[in-house]
């Protein structure tokens, strides 16, 4: 609706989904591993039971009592924890991947997205394809939904990795034509292709599995640690991509830009073959026993 609706009355108009998600989040419950962490033992088995009904409820309460078993520690026991090896070698990790979901130009493109479709030349009305872009994003969220616990988080990770350099190599190849005077309007399937592919693999897994993994990696007393360190990082990492964006742009113009993007995300390839570890499948205490061996 945004195009189509003054800047004050988009914002009223907002306010009826924000309220909407508000009233209908109200009504899920919270998570297991919250009531288990806080010992409240009988809704931690109903909520189990609301999220996986057909799961063995007491072998599943006795996993999480024992996972978040000593998380109610002090700071600095927390903070020694966090310290060792095997702790400090997930954070880095996850330090990489979230650069790699930043080289993939996701921030970036939802920023500049009308404007990229713009300096594309399309024959389309650029709100008209910012809108189908994001249309994109939506159907893929839902793709990930059903295929993440089938056919894995490095699966969908790897998937998502080479679909977005795939796309951004083009997208780039679509500025080098128009460089070469070739006519906009033949190309405008091309970018518009490359930008609707885009949406639709890095919202299958460069945007979502991350904070996932996240949630997956840490031990119970970690998770608040860790997740402010990551997540604040990630915060950094997209300001630094998106704030180089323009300047990078106005140094080397956009198909080098788009090539050295698509070019980089494609070391996500070898990075979460070898250094993601698998949770599909696995409790948070298997997890964790799995990544200290």
Not at 38 to 51: M, Q, R, T
Not at 65 to 77: C, E, K, M, P
Not at 252 to 261: A, L, P, Q
Request: proline share 4%; aromatic share 12%; charged share 15%.
């Amino acid at each position: 609706m945004g195009p189509y609706l003054s800047m004050e009355m988009f914002c009223y108009v907002s306010i009826v989904p924000n309220i909407l998600f508000m009233v209908l989040f109200s009504l899920i419950p919270e998570s297991p591993y919250h009531y288990a962490l806080h010992g409240n033992i009988d809704e931690a088995e109903a909520s189990l039971k609301w999220f996986q009904r057909e799961t063995n409820v007491k072998t599943e309460i006795q996993e999480l009592q024992d996972f978040v078993d000593g998380a109610n520690t002090s700071i600095l026991t927390k903070l020694k924890d966090f310290l060792l090896p095997v702790n400090l070698k997930n954070v880095f990790i996850m330090f990489g991947l979230l650069v790699f979901v930043q080289a993939s130009s996701f921030s970036t493109i939802n920023a500049y997205a009308e404007l990229i479709v713009i300096n594309t030349k399309v024959t389309i009305t650029p709100s008209i394809v910012v809108m189908a872009m994001c249309f994109a994003t939506v159907v893929a969220g839902f793709i990930a939904v059903l295929l993440v616990d089938r056919f894995g988080r490095k699966n969908l990770l790897i998937l998502s990795s080479v679909g977005v350099a795939i796309s951004l190599i083009v997208l780039g190849l679509h500025f080098y034509l128009l460089s070469l005077n070739f006519d906009p309007e033949k190309l405008t399937w091309l970018s518009i292709t490359s930008l609707l592919c885009f949406n639709l693999f890095v919202a299958c897994g460069l945007s979502t599995i991350p904070s996932t993994l996240v949630g997956e990696m840490f031990p119970a007393n970690l998770k608040n640690l860790a997740s402010l360190c990551i997540f604040s990082s990630n915060a950094l990492f997209s300001f630094i991509f998106v704030k180089s964006y323009q300047p990078f742009i106005n140094l080397v113009g956009e198909t080098i830009v788009f090539w050295s993007y698509g070019l980089f995300v494609l070391g996500a390839v070898p990075y979460v073959r070898y250094l993601i570890p698998e949770t599909t499948g696995k409790s948070l205490l298997e997890i964790q026993r799995s990544i200290k061996k």
